[in-house]
Structure formats: C-alpha cells, structure tokens
C-alpha cells in the first residue's frame, strides 16, 4: 500500500474517532464482539474495510458513514467525462449478499458518479436484524419495486411503504429499511452525497471475506 493510500484509509479516522472517545482497542473490540487482531488490522489498512465492518463501526463510534467512507477517496480526482453512459442489462449487475442484505449495483462500472442507485433485497424484519440505523451526508431516495417495508428513523415513525410508493428524504438523519409481511420485498435505493461512490465499491466488495479474517465477523 502506498503512502497516499495509507493515509487516506478510514481506519486513520476510526482510530481518532476511538482515541477521542476514550476508547481502548480492546474495548471497542468488546463492544463490537470483534477480535483485537481484527479491529488493529482495520485501523492499521492491513486489512480490507468491507461494507459490514464500516456499517458495525461507524454505530459504535456514532461517526457519519459518508464522511468516513469519503476519507478513504484520493484528494485528487480525474475530471469527469462529457457524454458518457453506462447501460445495465437485467441480471447482469454486479452484487453482495449477507445475511442482513442483497445489494446490487447497476452502473456499477462507471466512476466517479454523483449519485449511486442501488438495488435492495430487504430481508432485515426488525433493527436489530439490520444492526442499527445508520447515518451518511447526502439525500436518499427510496421507491419500492415489490412487496411491503418500514423506513425506520431517529426522527420519525416508522413509515409504512408499498410497492409503488416512494420517499425523498435526508440521509444525515439515522435510518433502516424493514420488510414487513411475508412476500419478499425489493426496492431501488439512490443516494446522492459524499464518499458515496467509494460506499458502493466497498459494498460491492463485502461478499469477498478477507484471507486473513477468519472471524466470520
């Protein structure tokens, strides 16, 4: 790993977020039920920051998960192109699937994109499924393909949602997708903000375990 990309890696703000909060290694990894050897490697970049860490580390240490994901972007970028497209045949996405999700990533070969649309199976049925809410900066909107969901929020309600419906809000506000009823449930997901775009090369990298994590964590 280069210097640039040493330096740019999440585990450098995870590190400071801990030290901040008083937080030993060995206590954060206690509270997360994750091995120490695990959490050092995740600070140090020695292993690599899939989707589920990210998500289980940024709860724990009450971080915003786009501004964390946007630590690990390169300070410079390569101008975007003029004109350029990128057609997704059905069935041919690129995915990753865990007990808690199946994301799949139409687009997924185009960088640099302003906004990420994202295909979601929700399986979760309670928060505690799901792990949590989760917060990044940005806007999020939501439109349900099939079945029935909740949106659940640190704001509101929980909204009911149905094949059909759709809603625009505020990613900044901690929120959770929920299946609700038997039927599976299926929606379109498109976040638009920052880090986002390293949010999905990340998720779309959480099916591929590390060699070295044998934790199953």
């Not at 909204?159 to 900044?172: I, K």
Request: hydrophobic share 40%.
């Amino acid at each position: 790993m280069t210097k640039t990309a040493r330096d740019n890696h999440p585990g450098r703000l995870l590190r400071a977020a801990r030290i901040e909060q008083g937080l030993t290694l060995r206590a954060l990894a206690t509270r997360l039920d994750m091995p120490f050897s695990t959490l050092s490697k995740l600070e140090n970049g020695k292993m690599a920051m899939t989707y589920d860490k990210l998500v289980r580390l940024a709860q724990a240490l009450g971080l915003d998960l786009g501004s964390l994901v946007a630590g690990a972007v390169p300070a410079e970028k390569p101008p975007a192109a003029l004109g350029r497209r990128s057609v997704s045949r059905a069935g041919e996405w690129q995915g990753a699937t865990t007990e808690r999700y199946t994301h799949l990533y139409p687009a997924g070969d185009l960088l640099d994109k302003m906004m990420v649309p994202i295909i979601i199976d929700v399986k979760a049925r309670n928060i505690d499924d799901v792990g949590g809410l989760i917060r990044h900066s940005g806007e999020e909107y939501l439109h349900v393909l099939s079945g029935t969901m909740e949106l659940h929020s640190d704001l509101y309600a929980p909204l009911p949602l149905a094949q059909g419906d759709s809603v625009y809000f505020d990613s900044g506000m901690a929120h959770a997708y929920v299946r609700v009823g038997d039927e599976p449930c299926r929606v379109l997901s498109v976040c638009a903000g920052p880090g986002m775009q390293r949010f999905a090369e990340l998720a779309s990298r959480s099916a591929e375990p590390a060699a070295d994590d044998v934790s199953g964590h």
